[in-house]
């Protein structure tokens, strides 16, 4: 199987490991990740909010290079998802202001996450399944905007998304039920407005681990930064300790499928998973 691949800004920096982990999955599935060529920021951190005809094109130019690949285009990035979505409907709906462009929506924008769920990848997963997942508890995290608005995502279930908790009991994980899994976890205010950051990620962290959970797994990189590298000043803030594992689907995805890369990618994190992979026999 072929598929585009747009990894965005973050998967090149801050969020490394979520794209080596998407590349390691993707070859031992035999899915072949073609990233597109010359691919351009999308926007998502400010130009929707200050050009509106800019807050389109950058997108869209990624949109037509894709159509040209003529190949189906997976996104990992929650926020570049979102804004390919806005860009691909405007021009299909022909919404205004108008935009000429030679994009006709013919290649389907998918997440990550959707792709991986889909029913003829699911069972090519199953049937690699290495290392089950026993021991593991877990709360999924949707975020803001793979889900929503609908009309924009064409999600099926914008409030109660279901594909990341499927594909982890699918991996052998325990997922379980919580009211948050598409709350907000302040997302881009992560520099700007710290305290809102502290007191929306740090209520998120104290709901997991009152479901009973003993780590959260997103699919954002946005969400993953936030949960995972505020936990000290989260910690300051509730008058105890906060330390809680806070994965990307790919990366225990990776471990079921038996890769040998998954250490390096928790290296990186800051709220050390190994201790809970160890005490269950993963690492």
Same mark, same amino acid.
């Given at each position: 199987?072929?598929?585009?691949?747009?990894?965005? +800004?973050?998967?090149? *920096?801050?969020?490394?490991?979520?794209?080596?982990?998407?590349?390691?999955?993707?070859?031992?599935l035999d899915i072949d990740l073609n990233e597109?060529?010359?691919?351009?920021? +999308?926007?998502?951190?400010?130009?929707?909010?200050? =050009?509106?005809?800019?807050?389109? @094109?950058?997108?869209? %130019?990624?949109?037509?290079?894709?159509?040209?690949?003529?190949?189906?285009?997976?996104?990992?990035?929650?926020? +570049?998802?979102? %804004?390919?979505?806005?860009?691909?409907?405007?021009?299909?709906?022909?919404?205004?202001?108008?935009?000429?462009?030679?994009?006709?929506?013919?290649?389907?924008?998918?997440?990550?996450?959707?792709?991986? *769920?889909?029913?003829?990848?699911?069972?090519?997963?199953?049937?690699?399944?290495?290392?089950?997942?026993?021991? &593991?508890?877990?709360?999924?995290?949707?975020?803001?905007?793979?889900?929503?608005?609908?009309?924009?995502?064409?999600?099926? =279930?914008?409030?109660?998304?279901?594909?990341?908790?499927?594909?982890?009991?699918?991996?052998?994980?325990?997922?379980?039920?919580?009211?948050?899994?598409?709350?907000?976890?302040?997302?881009? &205010?992560?520099?700007?407005?710290?305290?809102?950051?502290?007191?929306?990620?740090?209520? &998120?962290?104290?709901?997991? @681990?009152?479901?009973?959970?003993?780590?959260?797994?997103?699919?954002?990189?946005?969400?993953?930064?936030?949960? =995972?590298?505020?936990?000290?000043?989260?910690?300051?803030?509730?008058?105890?300790?906060?330390?809680?594992?806070?994965?990307?689907?790919?990366?225990?995805?990776? &471990?079921?499928?038996?890769?040998?890369?998954?250490?390096?990618?928790?290296? %990186?994190?800051?709220?050390?998973?190994?201790?809970?992979?160890?005490?269950?026999?993963?690492?």
């Amino acid at each position: 199987m072929k598929v585009s691949y747009y990894p965005g +800004c973050s998967l090149h *920096s801050t969020a490394l490991e979520y794209d080596e982990s998407t590349q390691e999955v993707c070859q031992i599935l035999d899915i072949d990740l073609n990233e597109l060529n010359d691919w351009n920021c +999308c926007g998502a951190s400010s130009a929707h909010s200050t =050009d509106e005809i800019l807050a389109i @094109e950058l997108p869209l %130019r990624n949109l037509v290079t894709a159509e040209e690949a003529g190949m189906d285009l997976v996104v990992p990035c929650a926020a +570049c998802f979102q %804004r390919l979505k806005v860009a691909e409907k405007h021009i299909i709906e022909e919404k205004e202001p108008a935009i000429e462009t030679s994009y006709q929506g013919k290649v389907p924008v998918k997440h990550l996450l959707d792709f991986f *769920s889909e029913e003829e990848n699911l069972k090519v997963i199953k049937e690699k399944v290495k290392k089950p997942l026993s021991g &593991l508890k877990a709360v999924c995290y949707y975020g803001c905007l793979i889900v929503r608005p609908p009309e924009i995502t064409d999600a099926i =279930d914008h409030e109660n998304p279901q594909a990341m908790d499927e594909l982890l009991t699918l991996l052998g994980a325990e997922t379980y039920p919580w009211s948050y899994k598409t709350d907000c976890c302040g997302g881009g &205010l992560l520099l700007s407005r710290t305290d809102i950051i502290i007191q929306l990620s740090g209520k &998120l962290l104290q709901m997991a @681990e009152e479901s009973g959970a003993n780590c959260i797994v997103t699919a954002c990189p946005v969400c993953q930064v936030n949960l =995972d590298t505020r936990q000290a000043e989260i910690s300051k803030n509730l008058g105890k300790e906060v330390h809680f594992p806070v994965f990307y689907f790919t990366e225990l995805l990776g &471990l079921a499928l038996g890769s040998e890369e998954v250490g390096q990618w928790l290296e %990186r994190h800051i709220a050390d998973p190994s201790d809970l992979l160890k005490s269950k026999n993963l690492l």
